[in-house]
């Protein structure tokens, strides 16, 4: 059997077993939050739904990267067992390929994964009222800033989204970031002749929480809102 169909099938396979290996840790979750009663999930600070991704997101972030390390280390020892019998001057590209490939699987692992942990933000109007959005002129042109809100937990945190839509309903950029109703930190947006900034209490206290985004938006910020996890 030709090499490039042994290689192809191998592909096939390892990125089988793969998915198969990542799919164990979120179903294993899953059948422990049916079987665990209510009450030992709370116990151990654990609540089921969306909310539970959203409070453990960063311990789902880590055992992701290790799960996937694990992954990508047996993906590569197979695949690399069939670009041996390659001759010398093809397997640089099959190794290349090989690369390029896992790359591509680990984006898509990401993309996922924060998509999955990513906050239901919703009462769009209502939040852009209160958080002083809306329409804005920047350079003769109209812009209407929208925000969008999760609702506060216990600490009345309440995570935001900020999108900004041209004149034509297009849409050119992006923001995530939390405020904390009746805390230290303004809520509400902050207008200049060129720019606008918001205030993210999710930042330290020695971090500086006053974000600014320049206004028209740039190209940057255009491309951040077509390409996943650049946003």
Same mark, same amino acid.
């Given at each position: 059997?030709?090499?490039?169909?042994?290689?192809?099938?191998?592909?096939? %396979?390892?990125?089988?077993?793969?998915?198969?290996?990542?799919?164990?840790?979120?179903?294993? #979750?899953?059948?422990?939050?049916?079987?665990?009663?209510?009450?030992?999930?709370?116990?151990?600070?654990?609540?089921?739904?969306?909310?539970?991704?959203?409070?453990?997101?960063? =311990?789902?972030?880590?055992?992701? =990267? /290790?799960?996937? !390390?694990?992954? %990508?280390?047996?993906? @590569?020892?197979?695949?690399?067992?069939?670009?041996?019998?390659?001759?010398?001057?093809?397997?640089?590209?099959?190794?290349?390929?090989?690369?390029?490939?896992?790359?591509?699987?680990?984006?898509?692992?990401?993309?996922?994964?924060?998509?999955? +942990?990513?906050?239901?933000?919703?009462?769009? $109007?209502? @939040?852009?009222?209160?958080?002083?959005?809306?329409?804005?002129?920047?350079?003769? $042109?109209?812009?209407?800033?929208?925000?969008?809100? !999760?609702?506060?937990?216990?600490?009345?945190?309440?995570?935001?989204?900020?999108?900004?839509?041209?004149?034509?309903?297009?849409?050119?950029?992006?923001? @995530?970031?939390?405020?904390?109703? /009746?805390?230290? @930190?303004?809520?509400?947006?902050?207008?200049?002749?060129?720019?606008?900034?918001?205030?993210? #209490? !999710?930042?330290?206290?020695?971090?500086?929480?006053?974000?600014?985004?320049?206004?028209?938006? +740039?190209?940057?910020?255009?491309?951040?809102?077509?390409?996943?996890?650049?946003?």
């Amino acid at each position: 059997m030709p090499v490039a169909r042994v290689y192809l099938t191998q592909l096939l %396979l390892s990125t089988l077993y793969a998915g198969l290996f990542l799919s164990l840790a979120p179903i294993a #979750a899953g059948v422990a939050m049916l079987l665990l009663p209510p009450a030992t999930l709370q116990e151990w600070g654990l609540h089921p739904g969306r909310a539970a991704l959203q409070q453990h997101r960063e =311990a789902l972030y880590w055992l992701t =990267a /290790g799960l996937m !390390s694990i992954t %990508l280390a047996a993906f @590569y020892y197979g695949m690399g067992r069939v670009i041996v019998l390659a001759k010398p001057r093809w397997r640089p590209a099959y190794q290349t390929t090989t690369l390029l490939y896992m790359l591509l699987m680990s984006y898509g692992v990401a993309i996922a994964l924060v998509t999955t +942990t990513r906050p239901h933000y919703r009462q769009c $109007e209502m @939040y852009t009222q209160k958080l002083n959005g809306g329409l804005r002129e920047y350079r003769g $042109e109209q812009f209407r800033i929208e925000l969008c809100g !999760s609702g506060s937990d216990a600490d009345r945190r309440d995570h935001i989204r900020l999108r900004i839509f041209d004149e034509k309903g297009e849409w050119r950029a992006v923001r @995530y970031f939390t405020v904390r109703w /009746g805390g230290p @930190y303004p809520v509400l947006l902050d207008y200049a002749r060129d720019h606008f900034a918001y205030f993210d #209490a !999710s930042e330290g206290e020695d971090e500086d929480f006053v974000k600014v985004v320049p206004m028209p938006p +740039t190209l940057a910020d255009w491309l951040s809102t077509r390409i996943p996890l650049l946003d």
